[in-house]
């Protein structure tokens, strides 16, 4: 007789400060059942099990937390991916991306079989590209494998707004878009409080020829400014995906935006999207200005630049094991 699935387990790879963080509100608001941590440096991820653990132990949690292996990570019903080098304070996001796909790589390597069920979370930067690769690497169906994307800039758009129009931040609702980096754009055209266009609220901000390039340049730059104080950004990140997971595990419907597969565009970036049990539920239309569609397309443009040279080098690796089996060979 098939049992009913009681269990509800969310898989974090990489227990550094985004890891740990995200587990850390995985377990205070009791999201799931079950984390299992998983990290090659076996002194941290004990340690932060055991300290986790404690935080368990005031009774309120429903969630338990332990340490696991990558085959085990590969069973959960979320499998979050925060492994991976991060920024120096000054560093791009981009500059990672050589080292980060080659943790992902392993990563998949390691997890094989993946339950044909989990959806994958990708946190890890650069998260675009990785998200992606993830697609590629998992062998999923696109609307498992989604990316935190733009989905903490665009937090961080709605706290500024917020504070700008004298509301809540849940009272707003404005995008960052696409790349979750440089590229990034806020989608003005379609932003509003309540029900009403941002213009309207605010209209001796909005009509000031500073206002959008500083908003912008405020949502870009927050986490280059957070890691050149700290080190490194987590708890804004770690609230995010924790959101995510529980949309995602209580098939809440919720529209936000976040990475995912865009046919049209050719790569992974963020666009509005239903997420529910089954990853990304539907893409969710937005109307675009000329302008912010020019943004969209060269946003784009750029990643999937930066995808075919990682394609090149993921490839040229694949030559060179090929060649080094051979020499074992002979
Ligand atoms: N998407 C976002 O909005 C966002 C926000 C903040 C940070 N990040 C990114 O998240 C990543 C993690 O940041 P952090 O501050 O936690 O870094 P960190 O260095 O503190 O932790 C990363 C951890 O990953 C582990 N790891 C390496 N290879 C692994 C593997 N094969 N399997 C499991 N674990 C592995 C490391 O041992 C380390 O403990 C970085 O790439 C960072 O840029 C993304």
Known sequence: ??????????AVLGCGDVGATLAYTLILQSICSEVILVDPKTTLLEGQVRDLSDATYRGGSGTKIRA???KDAGQADIIVITAGAKQKPGESRLSLLSRNLHILSSIFGSMAPISEHAILLLVANPVDILTYFARKMSGLPESQVLGTGTSLDSARLRGILAQKAEVAP????AFVLGEHGESQFIAWSSATIG???LRLVIPSHFSSSTFKSEIAAHTRGAAGAIIA???CTSYGIGNI???ICKYILYDSRTVRPLSFYQPDLGCCLSMPAVIGR????KAMPIELSETERQELES?????RMVIEGAEKELSADKELEKALEVDKGT
């Open 299 to 303: 946003c784009a443009r750029g990643l």
């Open 195 to 197: 029900t009403t266009p």
């Open 170 to 173: 849940n009272s707003v609702d």
């Open 229 to 231: 104080a700290k080190g």
């Open 68 to 70: 696991g292996t990558h």
């Open 1 to 10: 007789m098939n049992q009913p699935k009681l269990k509800t387990t969310i």
């Open 278 to 281: 089954r990853g990304i539920v």
């Open 241 to 243: 995906a924790a959101s």
